[in-house]
């Protein structure tokens, strides 16, 4: 329930947004708006994540990686508008049709890749325990800013969720989580106002 009544309420409220971010990332770089990836869940069963495009049509066509952006570095691949999407996580609101239809939770460890499932199985990691909880939006590793190029800190902290798991600790981490998105959110916005502002305003 708290799932349902969360991904639905948050699509009603941020509807004007969502057309906003359709239409601005349709102007910046040809290609389509979302973008379906194949996503492990429970179990290690699979399903398709859909979010607002951040990178160019073709970001992938070398092989699965992960971007340079998680590493605090620049990806050519990512967009203009896409940097801002994924500095403040609004590419992910599409998740919110994932977790409406049951295939998310709005917290959980986030789904990877299956190919680089494989790759940290393959290194030694005892990656398939986070699987026995639903994938979610958010979670511990996300609201402590861990990447896919930590996977060993990642699987702790997901692991310590699925131990620590109940409702009032997913309101915790959903109310931290949104908390963070604000505050990367106003920053940015003020930065892109002071961008676009006439500089003969001020002389």
Known sequence: MFDVTFAAAGLVVLSPLILG????I???SPGPILYKQTRTSLFGETFSLVKFRSMDPNAEADGVQLSREDAGETDPRVTKVGHWLRKTHLDEIPQLFSILSGAMSVVGPRPERPAIDRELMADGLEWP?????KPGLTGLAQINDVTGFEPETKLEYD???VRRRSLWFDIKLVCLQLWLVVTDLIPLTLQLRRTNEDPERHR
Do not use: C, N, S
């Open 159 to 161: 692991l310590e969720y």
């Open 21 to 24: 971010i359709a239409v601005a």
């Open 26 to 28: 349709k102007l910046d």
């Open 129 to 133: 325990k986070r699987w026995f909880v």
